[in-house]
């Protein structure tokens, strides 16, 4: 059970096209927002 | 997922973003989210590129991937973290919102500064406590 990432320390950036086709870059949000990382289970 | 649909306005009003990351493909995504009508971001992550980094558990034997959430403050710093144990081992949108809750109070009352508050909350169950002098 490897835990990548570990509170209160910076979360890491990562850059994604979204459900739209256009690139989404999670530092964009990052700094203004509070941010919900959801990792789905896959859409049943 | 689609349950924080249904309170995604108390999630804004905590001026809070939600992201949803899977590893279905582009097309998998653009279909669900037509068909849901969700509101927001669904980020296709094929390659695991960010799923391998945020480090979600896959369960070979159920074939799945475990559920995982991670809440990001105003600061990019993370302060909650949450591996799923089962596929049903999910955290209510209560419990999320009171944590964002005491997130945006921690960040009026503050100058900055974090508070280990939520860490001692969150992290109970995973911390080991060494005695040094």
């Not at chain 1, 530092?27 to 859409?43: I, M, Q, T």
Request: with cysteine.
């Amino acid at each position: 059970m490897s835990k990548v990432v570990t509170l209160h320390t910076p979360a890491p950036d990562f850059s994604l096209d979204d459900h739209t086709g256009k690139q989404f870059r999670f530092s964009d949000y990052c700094g203004s927002k509070n941010v919900v990382l959801v990792f789905n289970r896959g859409f049943l | 997922m689609a349950q924080l649909r249904l309170d995604y306005s108390k999630f804004k009003a905590e001026d809070a973003e939600i992201l949803v990351v899977g590893p279905e493909s582009a097309s998998q995504f653009a279909k669900y989210w037509d068909e849901n009508d969700l509101p927001y971001p669904g980020l296709p992550d094929p390659k695991h590129s960010v799923l391998k980094r945020y480090g979600q558990e896959v369960n070979l034997f159920k074939l799945g991937r475990m559920p995982a959430q991670v809440i990001v403050d105003k600061h990019g710093m993370v302060r909650y973290v949450h591996y799923g144990k089962s596929m049903s081992d999910i955290p209510s949108n209560k419990e999320l919102l009171s944590i964002l809750t005491g997130l945006n109070k921690e960040h009026r009352d503050s100058s900055g500064l974090s508070s280990p508050l939520h860490l001692d909350m969150i992290s109970k169950t995973e911390e080991t406590r060494e005695e040094a002098d």
